[in-house]
């Protein structure tokens, strides 16, 4: 068994990794090899001192011929350039996000045509394929068999790579499965150029002892998952057996992991209860209407039945996910922080 993770050294990337170097299989077959690929490799990263793991560093479109020298049994794509980067800079999005998924399929459906087996291709999307357009509004509670209208260029390429997929899909060429993903916070570590990352920031930061900027209104009501839901949202995905039943994965849709509806208000109030009025008072408001543009034509409410069948459920409250912030980074919150 060998499997491929792209941008195997970003935030999930690490995560997924270890998640299956802790368990060693992948739908109980061991893994005989995990391959990290990403254009950077931090000079810390434990894994690479693993044994089952291979490390590829570089630009994905020059390094295919590297990840399928030889078979590929599972490929988990992670790597992409998030929200507010690709509206700032169209070509960066449309490479790194469109052109690179394109060539990860055909080098997969090569593979098969050569008589190799046909990988497992997991795609992680976003809750930005979703947006309200003024001729067809969002409905109140949104699933998959809703219709995707994205308002941003990240979007619009995470729907597309959608599609791709689907198709090769059908054709027989791979065996994609698409996890939609919703804004995970907390998330360790710098900011990212995430249109979102405001979610993590103004928990994150705080917890740290710093100022952090809110740009939206608090009353904007998003779709939250923490990054353990996410982790075990991307691995059910991908481990699911195809068929109609409980626990299996029916269909060519996409599935969207789970959501926890909050509001930035509540946010705000519960890191106040957590950690205290000094730690929360360290969040600004200051609105800026091109994140809140963005991030405000998402949806905040999701219908959970098809995760749910996968036997994925959101996190209970945005307490439990701050706490888990807390038990999982204790060394990124201040010593002495009042309430902790």
Not at 140 to 154: C, D, N, Q
Not at 293 to 308: E, L, M
Request: hydrophobic residues 45%; aromatic residues 4%.
């Amino acid at each position: 068994m060998r499997i491929v993770i792209t941008g195997g050294f970003g935030f999930l990337g690490r995560q997924v990794a270890g998640a299956l170097l802790r368990t060693r299989t992948f739908r109980g077959a061991p893994i005989d090899r995990l391959v990290l690929a990403d254009r950077i490799v931090p000079a810390d990263a434990r894994a690479v001192a693993d044994p089952l793991v291979e490390v590829v560093r570089g630009d994905l479109v020059d390094r295919l011929d590297e990840l399928f020298a030889e078979p590929v049994d599972v490929l988990i794509h992670l790597a992409a350039a998030v929200s507010a980067e690709c509206e700032a800079d169209f070509d960066l999005g449309m490479s790194a996000n469109l052109d690179t998924t394109r060539a990860l399929l055909e080098a997969a459906r090569a593979q098969s045509a050569a008589g190799g087996p046909m990988p497992r291709v997991v795609f992680s999307s976003s809750v930005a394929v979703y947006g309200s357009d003024p001729a067809l509004p969002l409905p109140p509670v949104v699933s998959e068999s809703t219709l995707p209208t994205p308002r941003s260029s990240y979007g619009i390429q995470k729907l597309v790579c959608e599609q791709l997929i689907a198709d090769y899909t059908r054709r027989g060429f791979v065996d994609g499965r698409v996890a939609r993903l919703m804004t995970v916070s907390v998330r360790p570590g710098r900011p990212n150029a995430a249109a979102s990352g405001f979610l993590s920031g103004i928990v994150r930061e705080p917890l740290a002892g710093l100022p952090a900027l809110c740009p939206v209104r608090p009353d904007l009501r998003v779709a939250l998952a923490s990054p353990r839901r996410t982790v075990a949202g991307i691995l059910r995905v991908a481990e699911a057996e195809r068929g109609a039943g409980k626990g299996r994965l029916d269909g060519g849709l996409p599935v969207n992991l789970p959501a926890l509806t909050v509001s930035v208000a509540e946010m705000l109030s519960t890191l106040r209860q957590v950690a205290g009025d000094s730690v929360a008072d360290l969040v600004t408001i200051t609105p800026d209407p091109g994140v809140e543009a963005i991030v405000g034509s998402w949806p905040s409410v999701f219908d959970n039945t098809r995760a749910a069948a996968l036997g994925l459920e959101p996190d209970p409250s945005f307490a439990s996910v701050v706490r888990e912030y807390i038990d999982d980074h204790p060394d990124a919150v201040l010593a002495g922080t009042p309430g902790l």
